[in-house]
């Protein structure tokens, strides 16, 4: 009887560093493959921020939270090995959430088709989640106009690097804030931002003033932490914020205070807080109108590649501390 | 030679209170009318939150600040007392603003009639700008559906008292926050109102779960302060907060910091501020809409009347500390 491997979530996190024992990696055996049925092998899982708080307990959050003694809940990239599905065949590749696990059984609601021939790293750095929420942040939230300037922060991270590729294509003065030299150098040289900001060894304030010398008309917030205060404080008259992840504040104890509302007035700024779960039925939308930015060659993406299942665990960590080069990726 | 008295902002204020010496009381010489002119004598000015900001020297803010020794800049009611202009007459009543005086030499612009038979703190208290900015806020930026929880902050206000009628007329639960036992007992017994928060002797969490059990849904801000932090972890998903004022903030040395952004992406929370000079054009229409409410005797306003001109400049130290029992309004 053949088995295989999974990694189901043991406990909540506790503020720090995700601690191994969070999750107990489980043998589990193969399924046999019912009527209407077919069985995935996942090839490549996607590690997002979004995953840190998926594991708090937190039940108001805009997903239930995965319930402990489950797999843990990711999306990947599988190639059909067995099937009873009149529509999914063998050797075809799907994209969904399917979690933590060497191999899983669907009957196909939340799984796609991936198209042949798409780089595996390029559908899930680009493609899937990262695109999509790049996509409905920048035109659904901040509404973007050409001359504008807009401030990105976790610029190198895997939906920043989108949204500072989009606006740049579309005319836009684009400012990416980041936490190490390499990451400013690779969004400037290889992502034809504007203007990077080192959050960690720049006066983040004089940087700011000087890339943006008359303000900030849009702050695409991916990070939180420390820069957050200064960004706000540069945002001009009816400047949009949208709020995409506070990655910074996730894993600690007390998160950071935010900024005095009396700007938002001054300023009348508009803040909105999204997520790709509220717009599910637009994705379609969002992939079409992504398309022609990714095959005229304007969204460059990179991959930070981990190698096997158990990887995974360790690997959240970097998204915590910044540590991924590229769209975390682990490779089955 | 008839002379006339005016209040001229001498310096910008400090934090605290208002100083008699932050103005010079000022005797002028009354102008002569010219062709297409015409002079208002002014009966009644009103004193609002929005002044203190408009006193300070931030020429970021969404209008200019008042110049140092010109009139302090202020809404009033007035009649005309002489008119070399074919449109406006004597006897007609105009509103507009008009500042801190006596007298008023006007060619027409910025001033408009007002009916004949509205009692004048009527028309300060509601069809002015606490009753355009209500609007505005509620329908233009809040959204309010029938069954939906409202929480306003400086409910007895001028601004809130009306906001929150609205809402009720609309069909909402409305819960006012407030800053003594007679405020409280007005918004519900006279206005109204489900329920009223003592934002000094409450506690402000237990309160608010008591009276809204499933949540907020809008946040109706105007004062800022302690309580913002409370009603914020309050909201419920997709919930919706108008950002229209900050008294508690405006005269401090340090504003108090604002909520952590984390629940903004959580609940998906929209946070807009508005100021009512970037919406002039709408005007009409907001009174055309706040009419029939208003003459169903569904708003109901009480006033807070100072004797004389010189007045106003102790009378804004009551918007600070909500010393004020209804709109503030000087009668000349």
Redesign the interface.
């Known amino acids: 009887m053949s088995t295989y491997t999974a990694i189901n979530l043991a406990q909540r996190p506790v503020p720090g560093p995700i601690r191994s024992d969070t999750f107990e990696v489980v043998k589990k055996e193969t399924p046999k493959v019912g009527p209407g049925q077919f069985l995935v092998k996942q090839t490549y899982m996607s590690l997002d921020p979004a995953m840190i708080?998926w594991m708090s307990s937190?039940t108001?959050?805009?997903i239930p939270p995965v319930v402990l003694g489950d797999v843990m809940r990711s999306s990947g990239l599988g190639e059909i090995v067995e099937s009873n599905h009149p529509d999914f065949h063998v050797g075809e590749r799907v994209m969904g959430l399917m979690g933590w696990t060497e191999y899983f059984l669907s009957s196909g609601p939340g799984l796609n088709k991936v198209q042949a021939g798409l780089d595996p790293t390029m559908v899930l750095s680009v493609f899937a989640l990262p695109g999509i929420t790049a996509m409905q942040g920048l035109y659904g939230v901040a509404k973007p106009k050409a001359g504008e300037t807009i401030v990105v922060s976790g610029a190198a991270g895997s939906v920043g690097s989108i949204v500072g590729q989009l606006a740049k294509a579309d005319g836009l003065t684009v400012i990416g804030v980041a936490g190490n030299a390499e990451k400013c150098h690779w969004i400037v040289d290889d992502l034809g931002f504007d203007g990077a900001i080192n959050y960690k060894t720049d006066d983040i304030s004089a940087k700011l003033a000087e890339l943006a010398p008359d303000g900030v008309d849009i702050y695409f917030?991916n990070t939180?932490g420390a820069i957050?205060k200064h960004i706000f404080e540069a945002m001009n008259?009816h400047g949009r914020i949208a709020?995409?992840?506070?990655i910074a504040?996730?894993g600690t104890d007390s998160?950071?205070?935010?900024?005095?509302?009396?700007?938002?007035?001054?300023?009348?700024?508009?803040?909105?807080?999204?997520?790709m779960p509220?717009h599910y039925a637009e994705i379609p939308g969002l992939i079409t109108k992504l398309t022609p930015y990714v095959m005229q060659g304007k969204i460059k993406h990179r991959a930070h590649i981990l190698d096997g299942l158990e990887s995974a665990i360790d690997g959240l960590n970097l998204l915590l501390t910044g540590g991924n080069n590229g769209k975390l990726i682990v490779k089955l």
Request: contains cysteine.
């Open positions: 708080g937190d108001k959050s805009y917030e939180g957050q008259a709020v995409c992840g506070m504040d996730y998160p950071s205070a935010g900024p005095n509302w009396i700007p938002i007035i001054k300023k009348r700024l508009s803040i909105q807080g999204f997520t509220d």
